[in-house]
């Protein structure tokens, strides 16, 4: 069996949509399962990750037009049309019909699905914007919702087969394994984690930072990770020189080692927040996406997380006073610890690359 994943990675777009098919992928291979990428070459894109795990990868030429147009427009993250990503893609499957291609990207559309159709045995598509049309076989949203799977009800073919909600989220297999051996937490709060995703383009991660140097918060360890694409680095560098007892980390295969060892975090929405639920770790969740609004709004709703807000609207006095809001209140800290873990199992990428093996017409 042979899977292919069109999936890009840029400065614009970040790294979540390669990475949660990279999570797939693996748990594919792990069945014997061929897999192989093809991307396009963006600027900050995870080309260069995806060779050194040793995954096939044909890579698309990067578009002519200017990788930083803006970050939510996503009509123009492909940098063509979708005809001609569909033509390039079709030459780079090179007469190769493989039983399942996944496409996780918001510039494509039923428009590019359908002209993939004769050339794909079956297909699959990642998605949480719930905005445009699919021809698909598979569906897959693994974020929360309250509308569950009627947000695509009009949007796909009724023989469509959804798979929605965090019971599919695709979680890297460490976060199951650190969950097997996780301490209870207690509500006290000791250590700090800060995790922005992979490009940050406003720095929420320094403005975390300076809400964290409070003179009443200096005495809280700070964990800060800083993700591939991030632009602002040097500057954060700085700022973690002049706060004690805090450690910057590059970007790493996953977080669950850190987060099993902290007591709260502040970090953007997106599938960090189901890893951090997976783990029972309380966040403090600021928005660094559009499309990440919809499900932060519905998991502060049903007290999953504290939604803050989107990170234009968010400063460094309303994060440290929500720090402070959150520490005093330790019980509110347990409850959000146990809700998130029994909402996100971290099981999700077998549980769809089941759907996919056995998968019947």
Partial sequence: MKVIFRVDASVRMGTGHLLRCLTLAESLQERGVQVRFICREHSGNLIALLRQKAIPVTTLPAPGMNDMVSAEDYAVWLGMTQAEDAEQTIEALNGEKPEWLVVDHYGLDAEWEQRMRPYVSKLMVIDDLANRFHDCDILLDQNYSSEGERRYAELVPETCKLLVGPLYALLRPEYAMYRKILRGR???????????????????????????????????????????????????????????????????????????????????????????????????????????????????????????????????????NKVFHMIDNPCQLIEMSLAGQALVDGYGADIVNGVLVGYRE
């Fill in 186 to 320: 207690d509500g006290r709060v000791k250590k700090v984690l800060v995790f922005f995703g992979g490009s940050d383009p406003h720095n929420m991660t320094g403005k975390a930072i300076d809400a964290l140097s409070h003179p009443t918060l200096k005495h809280l360890g700070v964990d800060v990770v800083v993700g591939a694409n991030n632009p602002h680095r040097k500057t954060i560098e700085q700022q973690i020189l002049h706060r004690p007892l805090t450690t910057l980390y590059n970007t790493r295969s996953h977080l669950a080692d850190l987060m099993s060892q902290a007591d709260f975090a502040i970090g953007a929405g997106g599938v960090t927040t189901l890893e951090r639920m997976c783990l029972g770790l309380p966040t403090v969740v600021v928005s660094i996406a559009e499309n990440q609004i919809h499900s932060c709004i519905a998991l502060h709703s049903t007290h999953y997380i504290d939604y803050l807000g989107c990170q234009d609207k968010v400063d460094v006095f309303s994060l440290a």
